[in-house]
């Protein structure tokens, strides 16, 4: 969806909740852990993505991380899923497009 949203794409933080406070992932395993950070590649892999692992002081005040992805607009082409879906950001909704497009025009 990031992919898709212009002019900038979007950031995606794992970790954090609607409320903006952390959970942190500092509690997760380090196989879950490669897993979100490598999904990117592996469910949409025409998208530009970079991640960092970003410290937090979780709800309860503990030290924590949270994981951070900047995903970058992909001016080329429409980016879809392994599935073929392509979707777009518009406000606080993500959007289905309607066909897949492998470039744009």
């Known amino acids: 969806m990031w992919a898709n ?7 995606l933080v794992v970790g954090q909740e609607d409320n903006g406070s952390f959970t942190g992932c500092s509690k997760l395993s380090q196989n879950a852990l490669n ?8 469910y949409c892999p025409d998208a530009r993505t970079d991640s960092k692992r ?3 002081f979780d709800a309860d005040g503990h030290e924590n991380f949270v994981l951070v ?21 518009v406000g606080d909704e ?12």
Do not use: C, H, M
């Open 5 to 11: 949203t212009v002019p900038e794409g979007g950031i």
């Open 35 to 42: 897993d979100i950070e490598k999904a990117g590649r592996v």
């Open 54 to 56: 970003i410290p937090v």
């Open 69 to 89: 992805f900047r995903i970058q607009y992909r001016e080329d082409k429409v980016v879809s899923d392994i599935s073929g879906n392509a979707f777009t950001r």
């Open 94 to 105: 993500k959007r289905k497009l309607a066909a897949r497009v492998n470039s744009r025009v």
